[in-house]
């Protein structure tokens, strides 16, 4: 029987790249090319000896891949050079992009005038909701609102939605960011308020980041 790289070598391969991208605890879509020594793709449809499906093979038992997601990393895509050392035995060079998945806080302080935040923390446990206009609001248990009560949580309210947030990033070595989610979610604790003149906000947004590896 003949050897892969028996194979390789007459069929005038030079090198071949297997592109992949992997996530979700699962393999994505993979793609397998050879190339001759000019850099010219081989058409493998005529493939007697198998050599696409030998490799492809050899590509799982001698390259490790990161398909297991846990909510903070998301996966990998890349490639796969393949080339036969001076040895005379195939080469695995793997080069790939990792995607993780980070969210953010950040504490705002929204400027409130007094009355105002004294019928709020009079009132309200929490609220919670994103800046697309959904919110939750727990009160405060016999709590009887009237309709300055109501126009104060709704002033608020508005106010945390118009709010501009500054996220600070903190970047571990190497990483970029990709990109960030349209959602931007907030929460609101009467509990955790002190200083007069404002009440404080907390604002979570997910950020996608990348590593090169």
Known sequence: M???????TEMGVDHAIFEFSCGGDS???????FYDKDGKRIDLEQDPDNLSGAVN????????FYECSDGHYLGESGDVYISMGDDGVLEYT????????????????????????????RVVENISGDTHGHWDINYKEDCILDDADIDAINSFVKS???????????????MEIEGESEDENFQFDSSEQSDE????VKFFKNF????DQ
């Open 160 to 174: 945390i939605q118009e709010a501009d947030v500054n996220y600070d990033i903190e970047l571990a070595y190497d």
């Open 208 to 211: 996608y980041l990348s590593k």
């Open 57 to 64: 093979d050899e590509v799982y038992d001698n390259v490790t």
């Open 94 to 121: 793997k080069s790939a992009t990792s995607e993780f998945s980070e969210w953010v806080t950040e504490k705002v302080d929204i400027t409130i005038n007094e009355d105002f935040r004294g019928r709020i923390l």
């Open 2 to 8: 003949k050897t892969i790289e028996q194979i390789w």
């Open 197 to 200: 003149g404002f009440l404080s």
């Open 27 to 33: 393999m994505n879509d993979t793609q397998l090319n």
